[in-house]
């Protein structure tokens, strides 16, 4: 199943510590939010001028179609935005694990002894319970990554 510990390393960036480990699980985005705001600013600007452009020539019925464009534009960017910096955090510290989610810019933190904490892998879900909670991990990572991950973090929460 595992092709070396080094690939995994590369693929699950665990950063140990003297007493636990970090891991942070991103989206993989191609664009940052700030650099997706200039790519609509510029298609925003030449969709206006273009609309303006047929408005001064006449056809005045373009412009408000421009305008529903750079809406919609407007629209797909802020869904976009929203959860283009979701991310899980997960913290092994002196005994106790820290589990930080952040979906849609709301924040969830959750803390409890590693030790009775439990790992489970079904239908492609990586599942943490604990005495009171549970939680879903991996939900940004590919299905061959997800069944590593949720091996190499049993291994780790057992050490």
């Known amino acids: 199943m595992f092709s070396s510990p080094r690939e995994l390393a590369r693929e699950l960036p ?43 020539a006449g056809a005045w019925l373009v412009l408000p179609f421009a305008g529903l464009e750079v809406l919609l534009l407007a629209a797909a960017y802020v869904l976009y935005a929203r959860r283009a910096a979701d991310y899980e955090r997960i913290v092994l510290d002196s005994g106790r694990l820290t589990v930080e989610l952040a979906e849609a810019q709301k924040t969830w933190r959750c803390e409890m002894e590693a030790r009775r904490a439990r790992v489970c892998f079904e239908e492609q879900r990586v599942v943490l319970r604990g005495a009171r909670e549970q939680l879903e991990l991996g939900r940004h990572l590919d299905a061959d990554t997800r069944a590593r991950f949720a091996a190499e973090l049993q291994k780790r929460l057992r050490n």
């Open 14 to 56: 665990f950063r140990d510590g003297n007493a636990g480990f970090s891991l942070t699980l991103k989206r993989n985005c191609s664009i940052s939010p700030a650099g997706l705001a200039g790519v609509f600013a510029a298609l925003a600007f030449v969709v206006v001028a273009i609309g303006a452009g047929f408005a001064f």
